[in-house]
């Protein structure tokens, strides 16, 4: 399996300027979830879908962020406009619904807005 | 609530030496805990976890314990390497509220020859 893919894998663009990272997810996994890490607030979830549902976007930090799944094998996070405290790296992670199963992550998007 | 409390870090520790991380859970019901392990530049990968009460979980030489009693599943290594050298996150997956994630802050390990 090819595990989960994201793009790109680095992103540098200028304040003001819409983002779009995308991640697709393990064949047969029906939760998704969107991270953020950085290194003053550590790992945060941002949002979490489940069966292409949004279930929990209280992570969301605000308006300016907004988050897709249209379908089993795709997801998309948007930031518009992006701000440079928007600077992280951007993990997607995908898993069987039910306790007892693990994440896997994706490689991440190391986003730097200038 | 759902919490999961790591032992400050970095550690830092000379290749042999044994190794501990401690992790504390607050959870509603009985959860499934696990600890992940990041290397630089890459995202979080599954170093073992546990379902269930006094369940241990292992790999490649690394364990920890379910302890319902005390809430804990510290990770353990009888002699670690360079190459552990690492960011290792402790989590726990709720079986209430939606089955969420929750991770501590992670521990750094830097092991030096």
């Known amino acids: 399996d090819a595990g989960v893919i994201q793009s790109p894998r680095h992103e540098v663009t200028e304040m003001g300027q819409e983002v779009t990272l995308r991640c697709k997810p393990i064949s047969g996994h029906n939760s998704l979830f969107w991270y953020r890490q950085t290194m003053m607030r550590g790992l945060e979830l941002l949002i979490y879908f489940n069966n292409n549902v949004p279930i929990d976007d209280s992570g969301m930090p605000e308006d300016r962020f907004s988050a897709k799944m249209p379908n089993a094998s795709f997801s998309t996070l948007k930031i518009q406009p992006s701000e440079p405290r928007d600077s992280a790296v951007y993990f997607c992670?995908?898993?069987?619904?039910?306790?007892?199963?693990?994440?896997?992550f994706g490689p991440g998007t190391r986003l730097t807005v200038t | 609530g759902n919490s999961v409390t790591q032992m400050e870090g970095p550690v830092t520790l000379s290749e042999e030496a044994f190794l501990t991380i401690n992790c504390t859970y607050t959870a509603t019901g009985y959860p499934s805990l696990f600890w992940y392990v990041q290397y630089p530049g890459e995202g979080l990968q599954l170093l073992l976890k546990a379902t269930k009460a006094d369940d241990k979980g292992s790999n490649k030489g690394f364990e920890a314990t379910y302890r319902k009693e005390t809430t804990s599943f510290h990770l353990e290594k009888g002699s670690v390497q360079v190459s552990d050298s690492a960011v290792y996150f402790c989590a726990l997956r709720a079986v209430y509220n939606f089955n969420k994630f929750y991770f501590g802050s992670g521990t750094k390990l830097n092991v030096k020859p």
């Open positions: 992670a995908s898993s069987f619904p039910g306790q007892i199963y693990e994440q896997y």
